[in-house]
């Protein structure tokens, strides 16, 4: 017989009366993961190093908070930024309980050519993530309130990429960014066992092939043909997962590494 006081489908999975910050919602995945934030209820903060462009994708946001979507600028690579940023976004929005850690500063160089002083800057995306994340756990504990933070990792975090599909069509997968992504990874065991005790969940979200718009139509034939799906991510297809690990779907979950990216990790 059902427990009557246990939680519908619908309940687990509402995010009303929640506010979320997302890094680098303006881009190819990120406005998807936020659009979803605001189409399960969330009231979402966008965050960019542009300004006028978080406030603008902060406006193209709908779901039941449509037109109070807020907007900051926040630089990973900046520790004064981030704290700058989640200054703004707690006093405009009056707290936090999600954070996205979304956002990333691109690198070209690959292995052959990068330099050390890139490679160690690219390093940064890692110390801001984990700046921004235990501003929101003081935060949370501030407030005696929890916080679910997810962070966003890679495939490329959980296995190297095939150098047959970059050949003679560009640079390959950055060794940096293949770093960063398998330090996000850990970083979230790490703070989630840390951090559980303060009812603060730390999961990671880790995207397989999702090239954006403008990618060589050679590259993603030559990605497709490793993946066990024989196609690309398309950005609707996180929405669901972003969802359930912000929500209560995913409340006794923590310090898991939870992988879209079609089956390519299963080989």
């Known amino acids: 017989m059902l427990d009557k006081t246990e939680p519908t489908?619908?309940?687990l999975f509402d995010l009303s009366g929640?506010?979320?910050?997302?890094?680098g919602a303006d881009?190819?995945?990120?406005?998807?993961?936020?659009h979803a934030l605001a189409e399960a209820g969330c009231r979402v903060v966008v965050a960019s190093l542009n300004p006028k462009t978080a406030c603008r994708t902060a406006a193209k946001l709908k779901g039941a908070q449509k037109g109070r979507h807020l907007s900051v600028a926040i630089n990973y690579m900046s520790e004064a930024a981030i704290r700058r940023g989640f200054s703004s976004a707690v006093k405009q929005a009056g707290h936090i309980d999600v954070l996205v850690n979304n956002g990333h500063e691109p690198l070209a160089a690959d292995w052959?050519?990068?330099t050390g002083t890139q490679f160690t800057r690219q390093l940064g995306n890692a110390t801001g993530y984990?700046?921004?994340a235990r501003l929101v756990r003081d935060h949370a504990?501030?407030?005696n309130a929890g916080a679910n933070i997810i962070m966003l990792g890679s495939m490329y975090g959980l296995v190297a990429s095939y150098p047959g599909v970059y050949k003679n069509l560009g640079p390959a997968n950055p060794a940096a960014y293949q770093t960063v992504k398998g330090g996000i990874i850990q970083l979230?065991?790490?703070l989630a066992v840390y951090w559980a005790s303060d009812g603060v969940r730390v999961n990671c979200l880790s995207p397989g092939p999702f090239p954006a718009p403008g990618v060589s139509s050679k590259l993603v034939k030559r990605l497709a043909g490793k993946s066990p799906m024989k196609r690309m991510g398309r950005p609707h297809e996180l929405k669901g997962a972003i969802v359930f690990l912000a929500s209560d779907a995913?409340?006794?979950v923590t310090g898991q590494n939870l992988v879209l990216d079609g089956g390519w990790t299963a080989w």
């Open 141 to 143: 504990a501030k407030r």
């Open 112 to 114: 052959s050519s990068v």
């Open 27 to 34: 881009g190819h995945l990120g406005f998807s993961m936020a």
């Open 250 to 252: 995913s409340s006794y």
């Open 18 to 23: 929640r506010v979320a910050l997302i890094t």
């Open 9 to 11: 489908i619908q309940q």
């Open 188 to 190: 979230t065991r790490h």
């Open 130 to 132: 984990f700046l921004l």
